[in-house]
């Protein structure tokens, strides 16, 4: 039997550097609100420092946000939207049509539950099927109580609060002296990777981000990678049923002024000036440890020890892979050249 094989093209995954103000903005509600990790964010002191300054009214909705984790609806929103501004944003959330708009805010779990995810947006008042998918989620840091609180709200009152509080955010961010610049960093960086090698996304995603590990998943067509500053060190990930978003760290060399050290060097020394940080890394060289083995070492509760690990993550020196931490070695010996470097510039 001859058999007579046809070429087909090669499927690619579409990959492309977005930025926009309103990314910006909500990544910056998000962090704000993240109270979990917010004491691991570089904007945490000077949002501390600054809330003097913001209205009764931004506070108030902030903890709103807080409370629902309605800034992962509105970067959802956004990833459908990609509106340059906020008036455009606001547009376009003025009447979607209420099946719309649900399947919009819901995430996405997996294949299998698609189906009930889909129920779930058609149907807003059907607390069992809600329930249901919601229930997929428990154990997630905040997606379970995320779902949970879409169907306790209205649609007009859920799209109220996202403008209202975009706005108001805006207004107290743009007042900002390095507002300006953020924005200019950003159109940098996106203006920098115009152009992406879809046929290598692993290579570029990585060269992109920075050292973000990527492997091309099932029905994933489309990977977005949003630079940000807001949220840094850290790199959130978002995944719909098509579509995978990196908001990562924009280079820090865009944002410092001559002589300023660089957040990776202040964050460092913070993370190494405390005894029991000191003591984990020298625990951690010995070999992995999960947290529970930690906690039972050093005799502390998971909740102090959790807090001091993620300090020490956030500076890079220790990773966690499935709930087991190790040390980056490599993080820790380049860590002094760093310094000598900084101060080798400045004398």
Known sequence: MKVMNSTIPEETISIEVEQSPVWELIM?????????????????????????????????????????????????????????????????????????FYDWLLPYHDRQSESLRKEAAQSPGYTEVWEEYASLFDGHNYLAGYIRHLYQLDQSEICDLIIQVIKEWEDWMSAKEDWGKWLQALAFEQNQHKHLDDKKPSTEIDRVTGGVDYLPEPSIWSVKLIPQVSYRPWVLTIRTSDTRLFFYPVREDYLLEPGKPSSDLIRGHKALGDELRLKLLFQLQKGPLSLQELSAQFNISKTTLHHQLALLKAAKFIRVEKGVYSINPGKIENFSGQLSQYLGTNL
């Open 28 to 100: 910056g509600i998000a962090g704000y609100t993240y109270k979990q990790l917010r004491h691991t964010f570089e904007m945490d002191e000077e949002w501390a420092a600054d809330k003097e300054t913001m209205p009764a009214s931004l506070v108030k909705m902030l903890e709103r946000i807080e409370e629902t984790n309605l800034w992962y609806g509105m970067l959802l929103l956004q990833n459908q939207f990609s509106a340059a501004s906020v008036q455009e944003f606001s547009n376009f959330l003025v009447a979607p049509e209420q099946e719309t």
